[in-house]
């Protein structure tokens, strides 16, 4: 090497160190290392490929590079693969070498996408620091078809003071990140205290948290998948600059074997660019999809509820600063839970404060209004019983009677209502409360049961609700005393039948406004469970009211807790 080239190969060195340490901005610290490369080398094109897993790589800087290569806003140099790329995942790049074709210039020339001007080849350097490789530099000229041993050697040197910068600017970038997502955790733990008590459910609670999440931070893609059953999900979703979206679906196919393992986690993980993209595939998120490149899942657990979720999110920057987004991701899980446990608890005390409500109510009524009607029929009875018995205190002692008669109709009808207000029986279980009830309505009651499982309290107290109006129903309406009772039990529902062999007339009766209301309230009350109220009525087959509700999934209990 003549005095002259070792000189020119120093001042590259030198120029192109002083360049490395004027930024902290990668971008611009590439754009400016390749342009000042390509002018002391005489190069013309020059790129820079930060890569990661399999599948996953981004260009971070393009200089000069041919109009071909920037054919729909840099496509092929964001899509696809070449000789050079994967030759580093599968470890064939130690050194500098002289790639024979750019596979993306020859797709770019074969497709008519643009001007190549006129460069087929190019050399290829990984760039590393220490054992840890990072990515690859490419340099090219037009016509120029092979690199001398000493010009990849001087791009070997080059491509290790880019690989010493590149790493030191990972190690800044991921504290300065980690500062920053971990400033903006404590607004959005506030903000998720002061909404808990306004989340009714966890459908509301995955809405919520996703669009503050979304607020505060800035992945292109949230997620928030609460399992509902074996083939389905609750899905909350966040686009950037779209806003946040809920709704329900059933895991699609390229989901039905990855999704349910993730819901059996206990820890976070990073996700591939693969995973990452099938995910949220199947959340019809494609406007997000082209630009992500990773991403993490995180357990969100409570307690020892028999609910799970996901968070999910989606990066549009490589797996190596991944640590900070995966420690606030955690953080984040955890949050959602403690709300999540939060609101289950205030709904528990909502539900209590409900139920002590209605004990006082039913205690004020027996206490006054019932003992009045009690005292009016005991006076009714007296008054009857002082009357004359001669054929003018006729009518007043028929209207006594009539008194005496409606006075414990009134009884009857108000011991019902504080039967139904205070459901007495309920924690010996459902049925067994039905069955107490109707025989207490004065009914002859036949019960039975298939299936066994638990029941969550407020599925459980709707159909007591559901039961209750139904007997009533068949005491008023039906003209026989006879009632089946029928409990279904099974992994994802239960179906509580009431059937009865009267006059019918259900149907009729719920079209008209003054006798809908019993029916309308048991279809409300079913709804608002996540299930259904059907009636069958007929004149010659009685009528049948059933409530199908579903069920949340059971936990999968360890062999200790079996025990």
């Not at 990668?26 to 290392?33: E, H, R, S």
Request: contains cysteine; negative net charge.
């Amino acid at each position: 090497m003549s005095e002259q080239a070792g000189i020119r190969e120093m001042y590259t060195l030198k120029t192109i160190a002083e360049t490395l340490n004027t930024s902290n901005d990668l971008g611009a610290m590439m754009d400016t290392v390749v342009g000042k490369l390509l002018e002391l080398t005489g190069l013309t094109a020059g790129w820079v490929f930060l890569i990661g897993e399999r599948g996953s790589y981004q260009c971070i800087s393009d200089e000069h590079v041919p109009p071909a290569l920037k054919y729909r806003g840099g496509e092929p140099m964001r899509c696809g693969t070449c000789w050079c790329v994967n030759r580093f995942w599968d470890g064939r790049l130690d050194n500098a070498v002289n790639i024979l074709n750019c596979k993306r210039l020859e797709k770019a020339a074969l497709h008519a996408w643009g001007d190549t001007q006129d460069i087929t080849h190019h050399a290829t350097i990984p760039l590393r620091s220490g054992e840890k490789l990072l990515g690859l530099l490419n340099v090219a000229a037009p016509g120029k078809a092979h690199f001398s041993d000493s010009e990849l050697a001087l791009l070997q040197a080059v491509a290790y003071q880019i690989g010493s910068a590149l790493e030191r600017m990972r190690l800044y970038r991921a504290e300065q990140r980690r500062a920053d997502l971990y400033s903006k955790l404590g607004e959005f733990g506030n903000a998720m205290g002061q909404v808990v008590n306004e989340a009714a459910g966890s459908e509301n609670l995955a809405g919520t948290a996703i669009r503050l999440i979304g607020k505060y931070y800035d992945w292109p893609m949230i997620l928030f998948l609460v399992r509902e059953s074996k083939d389905s999900i609750i899905q909350a979703d966040y686009v950037r600059g779209s806003g946040m979206r809920l709704r329900k679906r059933l895991l699609l196919e390229s989901e039905a074997d990855m999704l349910p393992g993730m819901f059996e986690r206990e820890t976070s993980a990073v996700l591939s660019q693969e995973e990452i993209v099938a995910i949220g595939a199947g959340g019809a998120l494609e406007a997000a999809l082209p630009e992500l490149r990773a991403g993490a899942v995180a357990p969100v657990t409570y307690g020892a509820s028999e609910e799970k979720g996901l968070l999910v999110i989606g990066r549009d920057t490589l797996n190596d600063d991944v640590q900070a987004d995966l420690e606030v991701l955690e953080a984040l899980a955890d949050h959602i839970g403690t709300a999540w446990e939060g609101m289950k608890l205030a709904e528990q005390r909502r539900e209590l404060a409900r139920l002590e409500e209605r004990n006082r109510l039913a205690r004020d009524l027996h206490d006054s209004v019932n003992q009045m009607l009690f005292s009016l029929s005991l006076t009714a009875q007296g008054a009857e019983s002082m009357l004359p018995d001669s054929p003018e205190w006729v009518l007043i002692r028929d209207a006594m009677q009539d008194i005496r008669s409606l006075s414990r109709q009134a009884l009857k009808e108000m011991r019902a209502l504080i039967l139904q207000l205070r459901p007495a029986g309920l924690e010996r279980g459902m049925l067994e409360a039905l069955r107490e009830y109707g025989t207490g309505q004065g009914l002859i009651v036949s019960a039975s049961c298939t299936g066994m499982r638990s029941m969550p309290r407020s599925i459980e107290e709707g159909l007591w609700r559901i039961g209750q109006e139904a007997l009533n129903n068949v005491r008023k309406h039906a003209g026989v005393s006879a009632v089946d009772i029928k409990l279904e039990l099974d992994a994802e529902q239960v179906m509580l039948t009431i059937k009865d062999k009267g006059n019918g007339g259900a149907k009729r009766r719920g079209g008209q406004p003054p006798g809908s209301l019993g029916l309308s309230i048991m279809r409300e009350r079913a709804e608002s469970l996540g299930g259904r109220l059907e009636l069958t009525s007929s004149t010659r087959k009685g009528t049948s009211v059933k409530a199908v509700i579903p069920l949340p999934p059971e936990p999968i209990l360890s062999q200790e807790e079996h025990r």
